[in-house]
T-cell receptor, first 115, second 115 residues
């Protein structure tokens, strides 16, 4: 089954404790992206990757890191989480062509709480 | 910077009614525009994607149109059903340049279809 998976689905952590949220897709998509969703602010893009070893900032990259060492995986790293990073996080992937991408497929989401 | 606005923020209709959801964007240089559905506590499901060269796309009871010159897209839902109740989001992808992987979402329209 074609899908995007995220782990963990739920996470409660404390300020400053490094964490990684994993994202994996089995569709051989070049493009992957991370978003956060907050009430009243909607979905905002954190980082995206057009292909292996190619990443770029979205609208809200501060406090996050990403890496793309393999085509199927795109982990999101919070080096020193803070309470304002409490949010619902989504990973997405799609095929890409020069100049753009196609339909985006989303993972089920990771609900993160930082106390 | 691209901004995407969706009107109305919420809509409640009786079953069987035809309805239109609106999405407007400030930068007409988009590569594509995508409509999503999000059920409470769930991820996003892609409904329709319209490339910048297209005017509309149809899938079953759904029809999405795109007018780049006016910066507008509409999602038409025919013969609405209670199962259509969800939040509907539109997102525009940047075209060209070095940031063509960026996706900007609207705040969404919460649709309730009552029996």
């Amino acid at each position: 089954e074609a899908q995007v998976t995220q782990n963990p689905r739920y996470l409660i952590t404390v300020t400053g404790k490094k964490l990684t949220v994993t994202c994996s897709q089995n569709m051989n998509h070049e493009y992957m992206s991370w978003y956060r969703q907050d009430p009243g602010l909607g979905l905002r893009q954190i980082y995206y990757s057009m292909n292996v070893e190619v990443t770029d900032k979205g609208d809200v990259p501060e406090g996050y890191k990403v890496s793309r060492k393999e085509k199927r995986n795109f982990p999101l790293i919070l080096e020193s989480p803070s309470p304002n990073q409490t949010s619902l996080y989504f990973c997405a992937s799609s095929l890409s062509v020069p100049g753009g991408t196609y339909e985006q497929y989303f993972g089920p989401g990771t609900r993160l709480t930082v106390t | 910077k691209q901004e995407v606005t969706q009107i109305p923020a919420a809509l409640s209709v009786p079953e069987g009614e035809n309805l239109v959801l609106n999405c407007s964007f400030t930068d007409s240089a988009i590569y594509n525009l995508q409509w999503f559905r999000q059920d409470p506590g769930k991820g996003l499901t892609s409904l329709l994607l319209i490339q910048s060269s297209q005017r509309e796309q149809t899938s079953g009871r759904l029809n999405a149109s795109l007018d780049k010159s006016s910066g507008r897209s509409t999602l038409y839902i025919a013969a609405s059903q209670p199962g259509d109740s969800a939040t509907y989001l539109c997102a525009g992808q940047n075209a060209g340049g070095t940031s063509y992987g960026k996706l900007t979402f609207g705040q969404g329209t919460i649709l309730t279809v009552h029996p």
